[in-house]
């Protein structure tokens, strides 16, 4: 059995012109035999968030579009949203607020039921706040700015389908370097992916992320960094060297597990 891909996107995505990121996101979910699930949870607009993507799923040939909008956690065990999951061939979650999401999905029956899913072969995408939620630590909040500082960033479980990574969202539009250097400071085992508005990652069950999109996504790799993150005091800057940063536009390759960019 082949997991399936996973999209992180980093929000504020084309949903009216070419439509390239949800168009991928469609054809991976099987097209026009596409049975999509929208968990709009993370959004402060409500079940209106759910309806939205539905309407752009199927403008891009999509049939069948259940949209997902769960306030409590014993909503995460209904019949009617764990069939959908469970049916569905691509699960989308929107943006909004990522703590709402994982707090309240997190560790319910729907959450099982997304991970079990990818891990049978559908395809999972996530924008902005879905996209933070995807990997095993989630940037909960945190503030901006290019230096890294001391208690700039907090952190909370995601639901683990990109395991080994750490993603940030809006990345260039809202200047959080600063926060992904600080999480790459104090945790140099994760790889920081930093992804721009309307861009996206995709990656594959070879776990090669390819980017899609206008701008660009930002990897940073600390495995052999040095840091002084550990006796720095309260909202301090941090010292960390020796990082490799890579910055890819559209087109191009690169693997999560060797961390490396690879030749198309």
């Known amino acids: 059995m082949t997991e399936g891909h996973v999209i992180i996107i980093g929000g504020a995505e084309d949903k009216v012109r070419e439509r390239v990121i949800l168009s991928r996101f469609v054809t991976l979910a099987g097209g026009r035999n596409a049975r999509i699930a929208v ?3 993370a959004s402060s607009l409500g079940p209106l968030a759910g309806q939205l993507y539905r309407k752009v799923f199927g403008e891009l040939g999509a049939t069948q579009v259940t949209p997902i909008h769960t306030t409590n956690r014993a909503q995460c065990s209904s ?4 069939r959908a999951v469970e049916d569905a061939t691509g699960v989308f979650l929107t943006g909004g607020n990522q703590l709402r999401l994982s707090t309240t999905i997190g560790g319910t029956p729907l959450a099982q039921a997304v991970v079990r899913r990818h ?7 996530g924008t902005s706040a879905g996209a933070s939620a995807m990997s095993t630590h989630m940037v909960a909040f945190g503030a901006s700015g290019a230096t890294p500082k001391q208690r700039m960033v907090h952190m909370a479980a995601g639901l683990g389908l990109l395991p080994g990574v750490i993603v940030d969202q809006h990345f260039e539009a809202r200047n959080r370097l ?5 999480i790459i400071a104090q945790n140099p085992s994760l790889l920081g992916i930093g992804v721009d508005e309307d861009t996206a990652g995709v990656v594959g069950p070879d776990r090669v992320l390819e980017v899609v999109g206008k701008r660009s996504i930002t990897i940073i790799d600390g495995s052999e960094s040095e840091t002084d993150a550990w ?3 309260a909202h301090r800057p941090m010292m960390i060297s020796g990082v490799k940063l890579h910055s890819l536009s559209n087109g191009y390759r690169f693997n999560l597990d060797t961390r490396e960019r690879v030749e198309a």
């Open 178 to 182: 600063g926060r992904l250097l600080a």
């Open 119 to 125: 891990r049978e072969g559908a395809v999972v995408a």
């Open 79 to 82: 019949d009617s949203a764990l």
């Open 231 to 233: 006796e720095v005091k």
């Open 39 to 41: 968990i709009s949870t």
